[in-house]
Nanobody, 127 residues
Framework: VQLQASGGGLVQAGGSLRLSCAAPGRIFSRSQMAWFRQAPGKEREFVVA????????DYKDSVKGRFTISRDNAKNTVYLQMNTLSPEDTAVYYC?????????????????????WGQGTQVTVSS
């Protein structure tokens, strides 16, 4: 199963980008969705997640107040609005999905928690 991420690019510090990730409907409807990122030479890290209903979210501390996750269940798409970007946000961003049909309100933050992954989209923030 392939998630399709898009929206990355090059932006100056202080700028904004919006990432999108489309998933097959049979996966999306059952899944908590998340964004992770991986900078060169570093491990992949959790950024944000949203529950199936969209009622609950959880953010990495360093992106709180700057990033916003949302999901459109009619379009099977999750979005990540990133504002006030800094060079420290430079990374490949990955979307991920975890089937949570039995545990809707719990937020999962581990890489190993997620079964389905997108191909990654590069975000580069210049100073």
């Amino acid at each position: 199963v392939q998630l399709q991420a898009s929206g990355g690019g090059l932006v100056q510090a202080g700028g904004s980008l919006r990432l999108s990730c489309a998933a097959p409907g049979r996966i999306f409807s059952r899944s908590q969705m998340a964004w992770f990122r991986q900078a060169p030479g570093k491990e992949r890290e959790f950024v944000v997640a949203i529950t199936r209903s969209g009622a609950n979210t959880d953010y990495k501390d360093s992106v709180k107040g700057r990033f916003t996750i949302s999901r459109d269940n009619a379009k099977n798409t999750v979005y990540l609005q990133m504002n006030t970007l800094s060079p420290e946000d430079t990374a490949v961003y990955y979307c991920a999905a975890k089937d949570t049909i039995l545990s809707n309100n719990r937020i999962y933050t581990g890489v190993s928690d997620y079964m389905y992954w997108g191909q990654g989209t590069q975000v580069t923030v210049s100073s």
